[in-house]
């Protein structure tokens, strides 16, 4: 019969137990009565076994194959329940065998292969038991009844029963040792694993502490910028400071060069126009002269050397006159008439003379244009910068007649400067005096007490001169401080003239007006 019928036939090998279910000893095998099985359960469309007659053994065992599966074609179908035989007095209640001696010889055992349960008929309503316990049973056992699938009764061996039963525990045993064997490589694999990952983790671990030291040095480094950060910022917003200071700075240069630069150009375009003016006067008097010279060959042709002499004369005082007006020229003009009467003596022999020819002066004269020019040029700037320094007011004039003009005025405008810088030292020092005493009364200042600067000591004299100095660092001297009263016109000058002849009596003789000494 298979194990798979019997209960407890997949547990483990059954332990070497001295007692049984009845707490007898186990006897031998063959010895006295031997137990009788009863099939009480078999499926009927299970195939039938061949009926074998002889002796039962383990021969016997490899015959039994496992049931059939039900399948969808074939539903498998319960069986009626079978009548249990009655219980015996010697009837082992754990097990699945009865003691008893049986009258019937030894027949061939015959187990349908669709046979699904044994059970003890004397013990029908308790459970099988362990292994252990049916193969004690079995084996205190002298008999064995087993019925077939007609009914017929029969008996067997225990190792019919229990060879395939050792078998499966062998090959289970076989199969555990193999398991175990896995598992010991399978724990090794995971010691090694375990191992390597151990390490792993160390490594990383000390890998860890380093990454964290760094990055404690790095924090420490970090914590360190972040406290120079407000000190940074402080620069920072100083160096902005300073920066926007020095583009307002830039700005203002640039605004200056800006305008310093169209003063270069108006100047430069000025010189221009002087140079070409300039060049235009050499131009033209080198073509006066030319014709001069050449309408006085002709006269010299015609009227002989007398006309000769005269215009030399002529040209000679025009020559002296250049002289004595830009004496600056004279070098110049003496080695361009030595240069001259060398070239001559080279080419006619003529000798030197204490006298100038006609045209050693219009070598001297030509050797002055060059310096008259820069003279007359540098004359002009100074001109062009004197008339807005007297005149701040007026325009410049552009042209040679209208500077001149200008500075044939310049002599009287200077005096005007003078009183001009004479009204405002006065207008200061009377604002130095109302400053402290408001009190004093300025119709008395209209005079000067007689007398009073000889009776003055020469330490006061000094201490009110430098005291005069100091407050004449106060007046605006660019500023031209008008006269209040004009002077008058000519018939009203005389007239105050002649009455500047009629004596006055001094104001300080007794006069209540006169300021306080």
Known sequence: MPPSTGAGAGSSAPPATGTGAGGAAPPTIGAGARPSVVVLDESPEAPQAPETTGPAGPSAAPGATPPPQPTTEEPARQEPARDEPARTEGADSRALVRTGTSSVSPQGLHVAKGALLLQVPSASDSSLGSAATMEQAWLRADSYEVTSREGTLGQASVEMFFSSLQADLKARAAEAAANVAKVEEAGKAVADRRTALYNRAVTHYHKAKLDRAALARELEAAKADAARVPQLE????????????????????????????????????????????????????????????????????????????????????????????????????????????????????????????????????????????????????????????????????????????????????????????????????????LSWYNEVDLGQLEFRRAGAEDKLPADLKAARLARASTIAEFVDKTLFVADPNPPPSDGEYMDDEEAEDVPEDDPAAGSADAPPA
């Open 234 to 433: 402080s620069d920072l917003r100083v160096v902005r400071a300073q920066c926007i200071t020095s583009e307002e700075a830039n700005r203002a240069a640039a605004a200056k060069l800006q305008v310093a630069d169209g003063e270069l150009k108006r100047l430069r375009q000025l010189e221009a126009n002087h140079l070409k003016e300039l060049a235009a006067l050499k131009k033209d008097g080198e073509e006066k002269l030319a014709e001069l010279s050449r309408r006085l060959d002709e006269v010299e042709e015609v009227h002989g050397g007398g006309y000769r002499q005269a215009r030399t004369e002529g040209i000679g005082a025009l020559d002296r006159g250049l002289s004595a007006a830009f004496p600056e020229t004279q070098d110049a003009a003496l080695a361009a008439v030595g240069v001259e009467r060398e070239s001559r003596r080279q080419a006619t022999g003529e000798g030197s003379s204490e006298y100038f020819s006609m045209e050693d002066h219009l070598a001297s004269m030509s050797a002055r244009i060059e310096p008259i020019t820069k003279l007359g040029w540098e004359l002009r700037k100074a001109a062009e910068e004197l008339v807005p320094m007297l005149w701040p007011e007026e325009a410049v004039p552009q042209d040679i007649s209208g500077l001149i003009a200008a500075m044939e005025r310049a002599p009287d405008r200077f005096l005007d400067w003078k009183e001009s810088a004479t009204r405002a030292g006065a207008d200061m020092a009377l604002s130095f005096v």
